[in-house]
């Protein structure tokens, strides 16, 4: 039978990486097929969950445990960051505080004719940092991605502090 500290570190593992998997996968997933398009702010969240991929995903094939530990560890800290930018750019949403970035645009410049472009820059949707495009209950996907984040990134770091 495994040590329940083994079984912990392997929890937290799991949470490591299917958390940021699958709230990319939800991000892709409603742009891709519900045709949301993300923010700039939207972007910047996406990052810190791309990254904390590569530690989680090392903390399985490293044989030292002291290293996986510490992968996790990161990985569970990159989450949190992401959690972090959530809740700056759901504030921005909510109005609580002024947005840090101009909005964005899915424009695509390439080929064509100056008229080509202008028309494609008058056509292209603007989206908006400080607007939700969606919400459930009052919480915008800006929301949910830090509830998330942030609630899986202490989970794994209490699971990994009882796990030594």
């Not at 519900?34 to 702010?41: D, F, R, V």
């Not at 959690?83 to 700056?88: F, T």
């Amino acid at each position: 039978m495994a040590r329940p500290g083994t079984r912990r570190e392997c929890m937290a593992k799991w949470i490591a990486l299917l958390l940021p998997a699958a709230l990319l996968a939800g991000a892709w997933g409603s742009q891709l097929i519900g045709g949301l398009y993300p923010c700039e702010m939207c972007h910047w969240q996406r990052w810190p969950h791309y990254a904390a991929l590569v530690p989680a995903l090392l903390a399985f094939v490293v044989p030292q445990r002291s290293l996986r530990g510490s992968l996790v560890i990161l990985a569970a800290l990159l989450i949190a960051v992401s959690g972090a930018i959530g809740v700056a750019h759901a504030g921005v949403e909510y109005g609580w505080w002024p947005g840090f970035t101009a909005c964005t645009s899915t424009v695509n410049f390439t080929g064509g004719t100056a008229a080509d472009r202008l028309n494609a820059i008058l056509k292209a949707p603007v989206i908006r940092c400080d607007v939700a495009q969606w919400t459930l209950g009052g919480i915008s996907l800006a929301g949910f991605n830090a509830i998330l984040s942030l609630g899986g990134a202490a989970t794994i770091l209490v699971l990994m502090r009882k796990a030594r």
